[in-house]
């Protein structure tokens, strides 16, 4: 057998040392993220429980198993070639095993998937802190985000900080709030000393937080609407519309006799109301323009209270089922299913001509649902695990819609509004101070729990590092 060239021995001696190294410091790299992932990433002392495991940690492991191998081979051979009595070749191969720290921790990284952890917060109200009622979200170029509790309304600004309040009255408090700010104005609805929640009608400049008209207005139910250019309220006896930029009266319908309102809803071609008359429930469209009802329809009431989805499409959800009206007031032909919740937690979000609902799939997960609200047609059906539930919807600056599921892991989703399908792996959302109920508006959380144990508002950024 030819013996090789005492050059060509040492070369390969030198290249057996530098893999040998380089195979082990990815192998003990890998070991120890294998530790860091399951106490970082669990919060109980099971590693693989009923949630699965960490994302990554099978193929991290197995990785660093194969690297312990090879690396046990490659320091056998070196050894038995003594290919280690070279200083050059210790030099070459300890900064190739240094080296190969890089690839290793991008190799990790691949593995483990985005991760998201808090990067910023507000000091949590504390015990006795008013419930809070909802949330807003100003220009996404302003970045501003309000939050709105009984004793008053706070905007935090594009860094997380308080950027103006808007205290209740005197004696009084803020009762309700609008679901939506088109122009970046909001309606309030507030108390004052002498009245029941609530008798006064607020329109606020989101941004500014400067009160821009009030009104004063008797037994005022439920919570105010803005759609279009209509601020629109409901009382005891009738349904005002005044302009939402003036504050100027525009119409008054009175509601018909016997009919107690339930729930209005503005858009810029119709007003819908629920209302509970002797037929029970009874959905009535009126005129954006004049108030006069244009058509009514006897609403489908099952254990669950029926709910306005939309006034421009016009839709409601009645005995589980999505309602899509035409023009004339009649249901469109649509999909009977699947069911759709309007009570407990269930998540809804209308994006456009489109609702996204949280809804039950036989009786053992949620999934996320999307209906037309044109004409009432299932689009699709976006299944997670067996036991995730899903925690809240929010509709990006890019138009994807956002959707955090909690199973063993919190997970933030993006997903295409058209088809359902993720845009991208799903981010852990890691450690964070999220209460049952909350808001999401881009990497900005708000929580609405009630007990003033949890940040108010908080705000996530990438993981770097473990």
């Not at 021995?9 to 070991?31: E, G």
């Not at 050894?79 to 190969?100: D, E, F, H, M, N």
């Not at 039950?360 to 047609?377: N, Q, W, Y």
Request: aromatic content about 8%; proline content about 7%; hydrophobic content about 45%.
């Amino acid at each position: 057998m030819d013996t090789p060239p005492p050059l060509v021995k040492r070369l390969r001696d030198h290249v057996r040392l530098a893999a040998a190294c380089a195979f082990s410091t990815v192998a003990v790299l890998y070991t120890v993220l294998c530790l860091k992932l399951t106490d970082v990433d669990m919060s109980s002392d099971v590693v693989c429980g009923s949630g699965g495991c960490p994302r990554g940690l099978g193929p991290l492991a197995l990785w660093a198993l194969v690297a312990g191998l090879l690396a046990g081979g490659l320091w056998w051979s070196a050894v038995k070639g003594r290919g280690y009595r070279s200083a050059i070749g210790w030099l070459v191969a300890v900064t190739v095993g240094l080296v190969a720290l890089w690839p290793g921790w991008l190799g990790f990284s691949w593995l483990r998937g985005p991760h998201m952890d808090l990067f910023s917060y507000q000091v949590p109200d504390g015990p006795g802190a008013d419930k809070p009622l909802g949330s807003w979200a100003g220009h996404p170029d302003t970045g501003f985000v309000i939050r709105a509790r009984a004793d008053g309304v706070t905007g935090y600004n594009g860094e997380g900080r308080h950027g103006w309040g808007l205290p209740a009255p005197a004696g009084g408090a803020v009762c309700a709030m609008s679901g939506d700010t088109p122009s970046g104005t909001g309606l309030l609805t507030l108390t004052t000393a002498e009245s029941t929640c609530g008798n006064r009608l607020v329109a606020v400049d989101v941004t500014s937080g400067k009160q821009l008209w009030t009104k004063d207005i008797p037994k005022l139910v439920g919570k105010p609407s803005a759609g279009g250019s209509l601020a629109v309220t409901a009382t005891a006896d009738a349904v005002l519309a005044h302009d939402l930029v003036t504050g100027a009266e525009l119409w008054r319908s009175p509601l018909p006799a016997g009919a107690v309102a339930m729930e209005v809803a503005a858009g810029p071609d119709r007003v819908l109301l629920l209302a509970r008359t002797d037929k029970d429930v009874e959905l009535y469209a009126l005129g954006a323009r004049t108030g006069a009802v244009a058509w009514r329809f006897a609403m489908p009431v099952g254990s669950e209270s029926p709910r306005i989805v939309s006034a421009s499409p016009a839709a409601a959800v009645g005995a589980g089922r999505l309602l899509a009206f035409d023009d004339a007031g009649r249901p469109r032909a649509g999909s009977q299913a699947p069911y759709v919740p309007t009570t407990g937690a269930a998540a809804w979000l209308v994006a456009g001509d489109v609702l996204y609902a949280a809804v039950p799939e036989r009786e053992k997960r949620e999934v996320l649902a999307a209906f037309s609200l044109k004409d009432g047609r299932h689009l699709w059906t976006r299944a997670f695990e067996d036991d995730w539930r899903i925690r809240g919807l929010a509709a990006d600056r890019t138009g994807r819609i956002a959707v955090v599921t909690e199973g063993g892991y919190t997970h933030l989703w993006h997903l295409d509004p058209g088809t359902g399908k993720p845009r991208g792996e799903s981010t852990v959302l890691r450690g964070l101070p999220l209460g049952e109920s909350f808001a999401l508006y881009g990497r900005t959380f708000v929580n609405l729990d009630d007990d003033g144990r949890l940040p108010p508002i908080f705000d996530v950024t990438p993981t770097i590092g473990w």
